[in-house]
């Protein structure tokens, strides 16, 4: 089994920055993507950003290309979201997920971490 804790979330003001990290723990090895994803209350969960394994391939939604940085920390197998301009529109709870290979679902999930823009 994987275990996901996320952490970095907070208070933050519009143009603001918060970096938001994924710990993965347990059968870290079956894990082929990770991937950040937020919701917001009566809206589906949308994707975020998503990298692979290793953090050689990442990969961005519109609405955050250009102001969010996905990476990753092979030695503490730690997933990072660096969040830079943020806007209000940002606020939502961010959860990272892990993608075993060929899978197509998301089959680990963590608790969620709050991130809340003030304007």
């Known amino acids: 089994q994987v275990q996901l804790v996320e952490s970095g979330g907070g208070l933050v003001q519009a143009g603001g920055s918060l970096r938001l990290s994924c710990a993965a723990s347990g059968r870290t090895l079956s894990i082929y993507t990770v991937g950040w994803f937020r919701q917001t209350p009566g809206k589906e969960r949308e994707f975020v950003a998503s990298?692979?394994?290793?953090?050689?391939?990442?990969s961005y939604a519109d609405s955050v290309k250009g102001r969010f940085t996905i990476s990753k920390d092979n030695a503490k197998n730690t997933v990072y979201l660096q969040m830079n301009s943020l806007k209000s529109e940002d606020t939502a709870v961010y959860y990272c997920?892990?993608?075993?290979?060929?899978?197509?679902?998301?089959?680990?999930w963590g608790q969620g971490t709050q991130v809340t823009v003030s304007s």
């Open positions: 990298t692979n394994w290793i953090g050689t391939r990442t």
């Open positions: 997920a892990g993608q075993r290979y060929r899978i197509e679902t998301y089959d680990y």
